[in-house]
T-cell receptor, first 114, second 113 residues
């Protein structure tokens, strides 16, 4: 079945460092890909998305490119801030199956130190 | 503020009991989704409703059921509770059927003693 694999955390960075969180997926067909962010004590928020190969999703300085050849959707940010500390979830939605069935990775906890 | 309201925020109960979790979607959203977040299983999709009708079902146990009411709020009923049901239960909503859930509530933390 469809699945998402994220790099294990936690990831600890200093402020202004470069961030990469790796995400790879397994899916039949052409899924849409998403990154969600969960700040402490809150629900998830959609951070960015890409719906087809080579699409780049971006928001709040974060970017991810849908790479079909490597089945990847890595999240990047050039300069992280303390306020970016959160758990990041990679997810896919395969419209061929249950429409609400977002499949999530396990999440990667990011801690940014001042 | 996502606009999705979940109550209660915390729930503590015992094995064998039954609880009801409530969700009010963001204003204007017709789809409601329920997810379970636990340490071992991660985030799991449970069920989706659109405008009162069940649209998709995920890894939802037979002991669990849900419904969406005419005012679009939804309830998730968990019965014969087991220790392993302890988790965060999230509700999410979106405008249309077929959209990915965009707006998540802050969750209900269920603890089974």
């Amino acid at each position: 079945g469809d699945s998402v694999t994220q790099m294990e955390g936690p990831v600890t960075l200093s402020e202004e460092a470069f961030l990469t969180i790796n995400c790879t997926y397994t899916a039949t067909g052409y899924p849409s890909l998403f990154w969600y962010v969960q700040y402490p004590g809150e629900g998830l928020q959609l951070l960015l998305k890409a719906t087809k190969a080579d699409d780049k999703g971006s928001n709040k300085g974060f970017e991810a490119t849908y790479r079909k050849e490597t089945t990847s959707f890595h999240l990047e940010k050039g300069s992280v801030q303390v306020s970016d500390s959160a758990v990041y979830f990679c997810a896919l939605l395969n419209y061929g199956g249950s429409q609400g069935n977002l499949i999530f990775g396990k999440g990667t906890k990011l801690s940014v130190k001042p | 503020d996502s606009g999705v309201t979940q109550t209660p925020k915390h729930l503590i109960t015992a094995t064998g009991q039954r609880v009801t979790l409530r969700c009010s979607p963001r204003s204007g959203d017709l789809s409601v989704y329920w997810y379970q977040q636990s340490l071992d299983q991660g985030l799991q999709f449970l069920i989706q409703y659109y405008n009162g009708e069940e649209r998709a079902k995920g890894n939802i146990l037979e002991r669990f059921s849900a419904q969406q009411f005419p005012d679009l709020h939804s309830e998730l009923n968990l019965s014969s509770l087991e220790l392993g049901d302890s988790a965060l239960y999230f509700c999410a909503s979106s405008v249309r059927d077929g959209n990915q859930p965009q707006h998540f509530g802050d969750g209900t933390r269920l603890s089974i003693l």
